[in-house]
């Protein structure tokens, strides 16, 4: 079993940065694949990032070269850091933990309560 709570999401100037932050219990944690997704008014919950167990990152196409995923096993912990937001960056972020470190929702079976991130223009 897996509990994750999410944290650090805001309103924020385009350009500006946020780290939002995803605390985990449970054994499994450090074989558990970890991800950020995100949800906007009227559209799907799409893939953000993700993270695997040997610490390889992946992100959506959309966000390379700006945001960051990292893991502290140790802590328990998963970051996105997100740099030279856009207001299209608008949506609530969820963390989530799965055996698989895919782009799709359906492959994670534990969930964050979401964070707000508004981006203003």
């Known amino acids: 079993q897996v509990q994750l709570v999410d944290s650090g999401g805001g309103l924020v100037q385009a350009g500006g940065s946020l780290r939002l932050t995803c605390a985990a219990s449970?054994?499994?944690?450090?074989?558990?694949?970890m991800g950020w997704f995100r949800q906007a008014p009227g559209k799907d919950r799409e893939f953000v990032a993700a993270i695997i167990w040997s610490g390889v990152p992946y992100y959506a196409d959309s966000v390379k070269g700006r945001f960051t995923i990292s893991r502290d096993n140790a802590q328990n912990t998963v970051y996105l850091q997100m740099n030279s937001l856009k207001p299209e960056d608008t949506a609530i972020y969820y963390c989530a933990a799965g055996r698989l470190g895919t782009s799709r929702v359906k492959d994670y079976a534990y969930w964050g309560q979401g964070t707000q991130v508004t981006v203003s223009s």
């Open positions: 449970g054994r499994t944690f450090s074989s558990s694949a």
